[in-house]
């Protein structure tokens, strides 16, 4: 069966709050390396591109991104791991503290920090260089980890193979016997070591490394299954990449849910956001349905981003609200902060403008196409009812309710994101978002913009753009009250 509409209506976008919430990652820690330049010709030495690097950035990695992603849905995190005692772990440590993210990373001497060093030239990777060494886990680490499991809800095994993961049995058996549930992301073909595991989130490659190819969802649901007797697990979620994802429990009907995406961009790190939100579901005690449709929303999200990036629990309310029949382009402050950070991240601009648009007509239209012309994104701020009436606009104003006049906004092409605000202006929502243009009528010019100071301090712009003339609300409701024949002006 697959999942169905139906399942994210019974989801509450009000209790996606996972801040009361704490989650331990046990795993194998790494710090990611991008070198980005342009690559404009070929090496005189080889056949190869040769890259003018430009900037450098890292990030956390391995089972620390899966933390990140924790935190960035608004849980408390606790990460335990191993690292070198060398540049490499500083740079995680350091990392890992201006993300929120509670460490306790055991720093060796014998052995350096893994580290992969990725080279990226127009959002194209070209080469990535591992530096590693396998090494076993430590008996400080486990008795550290064992130490915290009472303030937990959740713990997330995170195995990248590198050898922390090695020895799981006496973690995952003392987890489970103080009441948390145990989420695994697997790399040892040896499923045996994750024994009482709650859920395991193989993807296609290491599921059929186990069971062997599967040529039908009938016969993967059939080896699911009997991985499930085998190793008394509760779950098991198979990721299918573009063909989304396969759930099946030990108890109830296995269910089938399509990919969640729209445009992909980069599959790094896709896995370890599916099992961050899983993680973040379960704390707060959600059911495996709800925790799973949860999860394909997040891992649609992360595939449209570049790197190991974190999603907010606000851009999955955002889907959520659209899976639930409502409008995409209508949203609250916290989702449109997060959506414009995000959009602002991958160097897309983000125009804003605002206005009551009562009546909206062809002048209305065509002001707002050429503000969208000016970037990739639209925001339209819309006053309030009472917002319109405190402007001195008449008693009898608006004519359509803040909600009509939202949903037409939102149907247009050109407009993106729309937002109510209460206030006389919107200078409020416009100094916290943001914007990188933000756009007002040619009539303006010469008076005070809300908000415009903050948006220049911040690097953005201020345009004017002309509205076509012999349009405009009040005409048309005096023609309207006259019971004239209207005139286009055109």
Request: hydrophobic content about 40%; charged content about 25%; glycine content about 6%.
């Amino acid at each position: 069966m697959s999942i169905q509409t139906p399942e994210y209506q019974k989801i509450d976008c009000q209790k996606i709050d996972f801040s009361q919430r704490e989650v331990l990652v046990y795993g194998d820690v790494m710090l990611d390396q991008y070198w980005f330049g342009d690559t404009d010709r070929i090496s005189p030495e080889a056949p190869i591109p040769v890259v003018h690097v430009q900037n450098k950035r890292h990030s956390v990695g391995g089972a620390g991104n899966v933390a990140l992603g924790i935190r960035a849905l608004g849980a408390k995190v606790r990460l335990f791991g191993l690292c070198g005692n060398d540049e490499a772990g500083d740079d995680l440590e350091k990392l890992l503290k201006e993300n929120h993210v509670i460490s306790h990373l055991c720093h060796l001497d014998t052995t350096p920090t893994t580290l992969k060093l990725r080279i990226m030239s127009h959002d194209q990777q070209l080469l990535r260089l591992d530096f590693e060494k396998k090494t076993p886990s430590e008996d400080s680490l486990k008795q550290d980890l064992i130490a915290h499991l009472d303030a937990a809800q959740v713990l997330v095994i995170s195995d990248y193979a590198k050898g922390v993961i090695d020895d799981v049995t006496e973690i995952i058996h003392t987890a489970k016997e103080r009441g948390l549930m145990v989420l695994v992301d697997p790399k040892n073909m040896d499923f045996s070591v994750y024994r009482g595991a709650s859920l395991i989130t193989p993807n296609r490659k290491e599921f059929e490394m186990v069971v062997g190819v599967c040529h039908t969802q009938e016969e993967r649901i059939q080896k699911a299954r009997a991985l499930l007797d085998q190793y008394q697990f509760e779950t098991i979620l198979v990721t299918l990449g573009k063909e989304g994802m396969l759930f099946v429990p030990a108890f109830g009907e296995p269910a089938y849910l399509s990919a969640h995406t729209q445009e992909v961009f980069d599959v790094t790190g896709a896995g370890d956001t599916v099992i961050a939100t899983l993680a973040c579901a379960k704390a707060s005690g959600m059911d495996w349905t709800q925790a799973v449709l949860l999860s394909n929303i997040a891992a649609g999200l992360a595939v449209t981003k570049l790197g190991t990036a974190t999603i907010s629990p606000e851009e999955i309310v955002h889907e959520l609200r659209v899976e639930q029949g409502g409008s995409a382009s209508i949203v609250d402050k916290d989702t449109l902060k997060s959506l414009v950070h995000t959009a602002q991240s991958k160097g897309r601009k983000v125009v804003m403008t605002n206005g009551c648009f009562d009546i909206l007509h062809p002048g209305h239209v065509q002001y707002l196409q050429e503000a969208r012309a000016l970037g990739d994104h639209l925001i339209v701020a819309v006053n309030s009812d009472d917002s319109v009436r405190a402007q001195n606009k008449g008693s009898d104003r608006p004519i359509n309710s803040l909600v009509h006049r939202m949903t037409v906004l939102a149907a247009l092409q050109a407009v993106d994101w729309v937002i109510p605000f209460d206030e006389e202006t919107p200078e409020k929502l416009i100094s916290t978002l943001l914007p990188d243009i933000l756009v007002k009528g040619s009539d303006w010019k010469d008076k005070m913009i809300a908000g415009a100071k903050s948006v220049m301090a911040n690097g953005g712009e201020v345009k004017f753009l002309s509205f076509v003339e012999g349009y405009s609300t009040t005409a048309i409701v005096d023609k309207i009250k006259t019971n004239a024949k209207w005139e286009d002006p055109v």
